[in-house]
């Protein structure tokens, strides 16, 4: 791996105070040969793909007490039996995507698995599933985490909204620096969480069982509320389906597994199961001591909220030096849960978008070999949710875990696809019997997770879960529909022919004149040159009536500077054509001519140049009245097939290649790669 210093900025190229700034803010800019370097290892993979999953251990106890709530303390009892079953849901999900991860080792993701093995319409229906639940993550991740500092500091209420903005403003800056930087800038707090937590539930799980199953709290947790609603299948399936928000970030990893360093897979699985395993003991830790210690789940819109694991810590060890040392943990884990999907969805993004069913630029690598459209847009799309629900957890989680079991479906039920195909095409029985087992297990899976998904739907549905039963359906509407643009747009450029060459005559060149000065004169040298016929188009009158004898005075130029001067070196001198334009409008009687000149020269191309003044500062840009820039797009979208438009560019201070390129890329050696050839003629084509 090179070393940074061979990287240094050129002491020779000034960098101006901003740029510095930036440098320092985004990083260095990477080359393609950077890559491996940033790849990232197990150690790295939990906190760069697993913070989602660990941190719902924060909120996925909790959203299934909110709901046991209405039963009151009886409902409190009911939390093993529903945690338990979730539990055996994450196993099955773990087992599942172990198969996935080796037989995808590139892309395990459900988009990858279900175009493979169920169709195109398939994987849209994943993809689509998966970015809303990847824009659920980071909103349910960041409220949730504000919310624990809330519980911590009270006072802090009323800046909800502000301190979750915040939270998504730095998460989006350190992902610009890609992959390998936010893993190792949040290992720290991640695996902080990770051993605060286990101590806790350590200390929590001795004083339970050496009291009997009843220990005495350090700092007694609020009486549940008085029970409003019977204790019923309904009661605990509404609490399954809130509850199921734990396992949301289980399918990170398997779309991940190219981040990895050699060998991908091995490093994915040990990620993979660092995650399930850690998650497991967090949920079944949580879901026992808050059953021991008479913990219930919470109003946050009410005053004196604590989330379930601050009152957990308080019961357990009270309120001392440790308490806020794990529940800044908390907070840490829960607003940088959303870094999974920050990870996820860019890359899923750059692969829908190869596949043009998004826009281009979602394909683009920016300047730390990181999809930055991608993060931008999920930065974004997660501000606006967590604007329109002020932040609330509770009022996030209903949409919540819909989307993510859609993709769990969708990829299980692709794998068994998989399988299938294999046993078709394998030899043998020895080979056939090994295929079983796979195939079984991820029959499973998507048996499972199908169930679990109706499940939620029905559970969710009144509560908002329609949303994103609506959302979805759009989101594939519109992935298709960018489809068939880039389809059609491609059908119309595809050419299989040879080159179409055919010598003509020169192109009739039209010059804009808005006054002679440097520019008009650089613009007319460039168009005598390409071709004799050349015409100067001045548009008059488009200041007003008020303004008069530009004209007169456009001529006495015209017969001074171009006439005489093509006269004396033997040149056919340019028209001067003047335009009127009575509405101030700059196209309208350029595109009109333009039409004339193509009715007389059907076989002619016409050139139009436009001369330009390369601004350099925002407030140049101010200053100008944009002509130039409206005549080119007007001229570009009206002026037809036979029409090209020509910019002449003229500069107040000449540019310095240094500007335009980073320190990097100056000391990069420059290469031309010559690929072809170029043939001399045969005599028969003589």
Known sequence: MASDDKHAPDESVPVSRFGALFRLVAGRPLANRDGRSREIGAGEGVPALGLDGLSSSAYGPEAALSILAA??????????????????????????????????????????????????????????????????????????????????????????????????????????????????LFALPTYLFIACFLIVLVIGAYDAVTSGGHPQPVLAPPSPPKAVEAVGLWLLLRAFASGCTAMTGVEAVSNGVDAFREPHVTNARRTLAAIVVTLAILLGGVAYLAMSYGIMAMDQTQPGYQSVLSQLVGAVVGRGIFYYVAIASALCILCLSANTSFVGLPRLCHIVAQDEFLPRPFAAIGRRLVSSVGIFYLAITAGL??????????????????????TFTMSQAGMVQHWRRALRDAHGAAERRQLWIPLAINAIGATTTVTALVVIVIAKFAEGGWITIVVIPCVILLLKAINRYYQRVDAALDDDDQLQFHPTQPPFVLVMAREWNRLTDKALCFAMELSPDVMAV?????????????????????????????????????????????????????????????????????????????????????????????????????????????????????????????????????????????????????
């Open 538 to 686: 001045h548009l008059a009158a488009l200041e007003g009536p008020d303004v008069k004898g530009e004209e007169k005075k456009l001529r006495e130029q015209w017969v001074k500077a171009v006439e005489d001067s093509a006269v004396a070196k033997a040149a056919h001198p340019p028209q001067l054509v003047f335009l009127s334009a009575p509405f101030r409008r700059v196209h309208a009687p350029l595109l009109k001519l333009l039409k004339e000149l193509e009715e007389k020269n059907p076989d002619r191309t016409i050139a139009v140049l436009i001369p330009e003044l390369v601004k350099t500062h925002w407030w140049e840009f101010l200053l100008s009245d944009q002509r130039a820039r409206r005549l080119r797009l007007a001229v570009l979208e009206y002026g037809g097939p036979h029409v090209v438009v020509i910019v002449v560019p003229w500069y107040l201070v000449r540019p310095k290649l240094e500007d335009a390129l980073t320190a990097e890329e100056m000391d990069e050696p420059f290469r031309i790669r010559n690929i072809f050839r170029r043939r001399r003629p045969t005599a028969a084509a003589k």
């Open 71 to 184: 039963a009151g303390a009886a409902g409190l009892a009911d939390l093993g039996p529903v945690m338990l079953v979730i539990l055996a849901l994450l196993a099955t999900l773990f087992v599942s995507y172990w198969q996935t991860i080796e037989a995808y080792p590139k892309s395990g993701g459900a988009y990858a698995v279900a175009k493979d093995n169920l169709g195109v319409n398939a994987s849209l229906l994943a993809a689509a599933a998966i970015m809303v639940d990847y824009v659920l993550t980071v909103a349910v991740g960041v409220s949730a985490g504000v919310a624990a500092l809330i519980s911590a500091l009270p006072e802090l209420r009323a800046y909800t909204l502000p301190l979750c903005i915040g939270v998504l403003v730095l998460l989006t800056a350190v992902n610009l620096r890609g992959t390998m930087d936010a893993g190792r």
């Open 385 to 406: 949710l967590l604007i329109a629900f002020d932040g609330i957890t509770d009022r996030l989680i209903p949409l919540f875990a819909i989307g993510a079991f859609l």
